[in-house]
Each structure stands twice: as C-alpha cells, then as structure tokens.
C-alpha cells in the first residue's frame, strides 16, 4: 500500500497556540467532482456545488489498509464532534485487492468499522485520478468556499489536522468552536504502530511484488523473510492453498503482525493455527486469534494475528490453514 507514514507528536497548550498562530493554508486547487464514483454509501450522491457552506474532509481509503485503520479512531471523532457544525467527511473507497471491488465487502466493513459517514465507491479510481492522489490514507481539507487549503498523506499529526478543520469552520462564519481536542480510544488494530520497534515493513506474498521470499525456508529464516510449505498455488497477486494443512512462515520484528487473507470461495471458512517461535502465542495473540493461537478466516480483510507485549525481538510466526481455499495477499505490521 502506497503511504508516508508520519508520526504525530502530542502538543501541550502552549504548543498548540503557537500551531494555531502559525497555520498557514493556501489553496491548492479546487474541490474536484465525485461524478466518477460507482455508487454512494450512507449518502445520497453529493457534488462540489451542494457541498458549498460546508467545510469538507475527503479521506481515500481503502478496508485492508492498515496504516488507514489507524487513522480511523479520529476520522470517527471528527465526524462526530463537528458535523452539526458544518463538517462533512467524506470517504472515498479506491479498492487495492480484487475483493476490495465487491460493494458488498465494502458495506459489511463499513459496518464493522463504524464507518457511518458518506462513502463514495471509487472502484475505477476516477475519484482518485480526479484529485491526482496517490496514498492511502490520503486526507484533503476543503473550505466552505469549495478550495482545497491542505492535504494529509498517511498517518500522524492528528492535532493539527484537527486545528486546520477548526479554522476552516471559524472562517466559514462558526462561532461555537472550542479549541479542544478530540481523545480517542483506539482498539485492535486502530492502535497507533509502536514505532521504536517497527523493523518489518509491509511486505506482499503475490509473486509480482514478493520481496525475501525463500523457496526452501529452513527453520532459521533471516529477518523479514518468509516461506512456504503444503501445496500452494503462487499468483502474481496472491497465494491460495490447494489442500489442508499449509503454512506461512514469517520472521519479523514488531509489536504486531497482520495478514490480509481470505477465503477464496465466498461464505466459506478456513480453520488456521498460529504459533510464534514454535509455541502458541498466549498473551502475544491478536484479536483474531485466541490464546492457543486458534481461529477461523470467514472474511476477506486484515487479520491481527500478533500484538506482543514488551520487550520486542526477532521472532518466527507460522500460520497452519487446517483446510483448504485460503487466500493470502499481504503481510502488515504495526
């Protein structure tokens, strides 16, 4: 996934006024038409012309996108404190895996994620190439005039985002602005990365853009390289699993770990089997697996499969599919 990942600093007060006071936005263009969208969720179609009077926050996303999910928690609490002060955030889905172009994908992750703003279904990128954008999350701020006075790329600087949309809504004539900001409660993988010891990058399984990628994985992998074993089968964009009992294995070194995986066939369940350093993960288990490292993969969407405590080091994951017709796509880590 195409992302700068920033790191946001917590201001004091004093910090913050001095933010406030040196904000400088200029225009960057305006506001362009949602007219390519495939459809709309929770809205009925919205254009640059209806949407004048109201500051806009136009967020590209994409379900799978961790570095997105991460954004999410704040997306929410913007949404929810300012819409009945003018803001309207809007989320265009450009989808980056096949299954992110099913709708009804779309709609059931909208609705897990609590994603209850408009979304603009962008599945032939004509929204996104309308902007020239080229991330997820990418986040652009628009003033009740239709102009586009900042833009976001990736993660971080959650306050002065924040501070740009309060001035935005102060400029188009909003009194009843307080200068707090929001605090979230952030779960499961919308917790911010743990960046001091994030050494794994992103890294996709298909054959087109694998990297380290050992063909006969011994039981000593080097960092950030990963293999198989079972009957698969390699596509350029995926791996599928031909019969019971595959695995993946991955070394990696981060507080987390994450696979973009689903089942092939639609509404069918594959069993999986974790293990870290050989064992089961215990307290190092993610959210979609249990302490015995057991889970299912029902759904094609990001699974945190690790979320270790401290202190974080080198380790070996392996993943056993207890079936067939799972398809793997990406490993992320946080």
Request: charged share 25%; net charge negative.
């Given at each position: 996934m195409s992302v700068v990942a920033a790191r946001s600093g917590v201001l004091g007060s004093l910090g913050k006024?001095?933010?406030?006071?040196?904000?400088?936005?200029?225009?960057?263009?305006?506001?362009?038409?949602?007219?390519?969208?495939?459809?709309?969720?929770?809205?009925?179609?919205?254009?640059?012309?209806?949407?004048?009077?109201?500051?806009?926050?136009?967020?590209?996303?994409?379900?799978?996108?961790?570095?997105?999910?991460?954004?999410?928690?704040?997306?929410?609490?913007?949404?929810?404190?300012?819409?009945?002060?003018?803001?309207?955030?809007?989320?265009?889905?450009?989808?980056?895996?096949?299954?992110?172009?099913?709708?009804?994908?779309?709609?059931?992750?909208?609705?897990?994620?609590?994603?209850?703003?408009?979304?603009?279904?962008?599945?032939?990128?004509?929204?996104?190439?309308?902007?020239?954008?080229?991330?997820?999350?990418?986040?652009?701020?628009?003033?009740?005039?239709?102009?586009?006075?900042?833009?976001?790329?990736?993660?971080?600087?959650?306050?002065?985002?924040?501070?740009?949309?309060?001035?935005?809504?102060?400029?188009?004539?909003?009194?009843?602005?307080?200068?707090?900001?929001?605090?979230?409660?952030?779960?499961?993988?919308?917790?911010?990365?743990d960046w001091a010891s994030l050494k794994s990058p992103e890294n996709y399984v298909g054959s087109a853009r694998t990297k380290n990628f050992e063909s006969r994985p011994s039981a000593n992998l080097r960092l950030n390289h990963w293999g198989l074993s079972g009957d698969w089968t390699i596509g350029p964009h995926a791996i599928v699993l031909n019969k019971p009992n595959g695995r993946i294995a991955y070394r990696f070194h981060a507080r987390d770990l994450h696979l973009v995986m689903g089942p092939a066939a639609r509404r069918t369940t594959v069993r999986m089997r974790v293990r870290i350093d050989g064992q089961p993960p215990g307290a190092s288990h993610g959210v979609d697996a249990d302490d015995q490292g057991d889970g299912k993969v029902s759904e094609q969407r990001l699974h945190q499969l690790i979320r270790q405590p401290k202190p974080i080091i080198d380790r070996t994951f392996e993943i056993e599919f207890l079936d067939p017709g799972v398809e793997a796509f990406a490993f992320t880590f946080g």
């Open positions: 006024r001095m933010a406030r006071t040196a904000l400088q936005l200029f225009t960057e263009g305006e506001l362009p038409s949602f007219a390519g969208a495939n459809g709309w969720l929770n809205s009925q179609p919205l254009t640059p012309a209806g949407l004048r009077g109201k500051v806009v926050l136009v967020d590209f996303w994409t379900y799978t996108c961790i570095n997105w999910l991460r954004t999410l928690p704040y997306l929410r609490a913007w949404s929810e404190k300012y819409k009945n002060h003018g803001l309207v955030v809007i989320g265009v889905h450009t989808p980056e895996f096949p299954f992110e172009h099913n709708v009804d994908n779309v709609r059931r992750a909208a609705k897990d994620m609590r994603v209850d703003y408009p979304i603009a279904i962008d599945s032939d990128y004509a929204i996104w190439r309308a902007f020239n954008n080229e991330y997820w999350p990418a986040l652009y701020f628009v003033d009740a005039q239709g102009r586009i006075r900042h833009h976001e790329f990736g993660e971080g600087n959650y306050e002065q985002s924040e501070m740009i949309i309060q001035a935005l809504l102060r400029d188009a004539g909003v009194t009843d602005i307080r200068d707090d900001l929001v605090s979230v409660d952030a779960r499961g993988a919308e917790v911010p990365a």
